[in-house]
């Protein structure tokens, strides 16, 4: 065996891990039909790293990182590589209730960092490109409220892994060697009833939460088989271990048009674990007792795209 058989292919994953900024932009779009269509994807994918450096070194400290998802349509059409193992399209999700609605998507670009102008100068310039390639399907500016806020006033994101947990709980590792760097991730977009959530009285809020909304203290379970919090149906164990996904869930809106939404966007390195989380919240656990915070909140939308690996984005070109 020679030196350079044994060594390891370095697979550079995207900035999945970045840290929660100020300010973010989602931006969802559906490549247009055609091989011309396709070609410009492509070749804009492949130099989204340029972009990214091009827009972040104007300011070193606002934290600027894009990451990139393609949906299951998009790959099978254009990609051309072996397929994610857990890729498919969001699954629509009906409860006796509520419904997580399934929408189009193919492809996804998480834009963040500490201010919002370098956020649009990248999707200008990343429009730019794309050109009449791709039509957009959403775009949903969302902004840090106070202390890492949602818009119904809780804290939100506290229970992310953190340190070297991160990395095993979102990056693809040895289950899919070809895939090996990427994750899987999942967005919703929520608007709420704030007028019928204001009418709740605080604890029955931090019921439906499972954590005080002033101090952000985790309540306990709720015993088997009665009503549980959003975080305890959140909560994923299998065989003794428990799975986390990495959220940068962000509030967005307008006053003006009473428009008050949260912005879900979960990273995972199982797909099935996200899909567990939206079963138990929108059809129950025990079925029929679903997530209340639904009672309160609307998806608008549902889409799954691959996060693949830096390495796999830049050789798309
Ligand atoms: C926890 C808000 C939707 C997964 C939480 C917490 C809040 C919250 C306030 C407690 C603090 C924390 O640990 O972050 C919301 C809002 C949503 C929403 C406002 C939309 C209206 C979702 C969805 C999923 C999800 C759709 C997954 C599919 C989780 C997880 C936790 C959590 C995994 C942590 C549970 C734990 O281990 O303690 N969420 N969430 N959330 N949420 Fe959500």
Known sequence: QTASMSRRV?????????????????LVLTV?????????????????????KNVAFRDLNASFACTVGIGSEAWDRFIGLPKPRELHPFKEMKGAKHTAASSPGDLLFHIRSERRDLNFEFERQLMDQLGDAVAVVDETNGFRYFDVRDLLGFVDGTANPVGPA???????????????????VVVQKYLHNLEGWK??????????IGRTKLENIELD????????????????????????????NMPFGSPGSKEYGTYFIGYSRHLWVIEKMLERMFIGEPPG????????????????????????LASLD
């Open 199 to 208: 009418g709740l009285k605080i604890e029955d809020q931090e019921s439906v």
């Open 32 to 52: 247009n039909p055609g091989d011309e269509a396709a070609r410009t994807v492509r070749s804009a994918l492949a130099s989204v790293s340029d972009l990214t």
């Open 10 to 26: 370095p697979i550079e994953s995207q900035r999945v891990d970045a840290p929660l900024t100020q300010a973010a932009t989602f």
């Open 166 to 184: 991160v990395v095993d709980s979102i990056m693809i590792a040895e289950e899919d060697t070809a895939n090996m760097g990427g994750s899987y």
């Open 289 to 312: 007792l679903h997530d209340r915070i639904l009672d309160y909140s609307t998806a608008t939308t549902g889409v799954t795209f691959f996060v693949p690996s830096a390495t796999t």
């Open 221 to 248: 379970d709720a015993p088997d088989g009665q009503q549980q919090s959003h975080k305890s149906l959140a909560t994923i164990e299998q065989d003794g271990q428990e799975y986390d996904i990495l959220r940068d």
